[in-house]
């Protein structure tokens, strides 16, 4: 019988992917909720007071993924034609 190991990696403080939790998105560590959809509700008019409250997550957490979003988007290199 053959046994694979979790194959969890830390992205960034409070965020980690995880290729047997949500397909291998990014998560806030310690839940199945995806950064993307934190990041989306705040983005869309949500305080991070009620993503705290609705998904119950910490303050940290939510900041996390938004430190986690604005690295990325720090890193991206756009091609102007």
């Known amino acids: 019988m053959i046994y694979f190991k979790r194959m969890k990696k830390q992205l960034f403080q409070y965020i980690v992917v995880d290729p047997k939790v ?7 560590e310690g839940t199945r909720m995806p950064v993307d959809l934190v990041v989306g509700k ?23 993924a938004l430190k986690y ?3 990325l988007v720090e ?7």
């Open 22 to 28: 949500r397909f291998g998105k990014p998560v806030i």
């Open 42 to 64: 705040i983005a869309g008019g949500m305080s991070a007071e009620e993503v705290m409250k609705e998904y119950k997550l910490t303050r940290q957490q939510v900041l996390g």
């Open 75 to 81: 890193e991206e290199e756009v091609a102007l034609r």
């Open 69 to 71: 979003a604005a690295k």
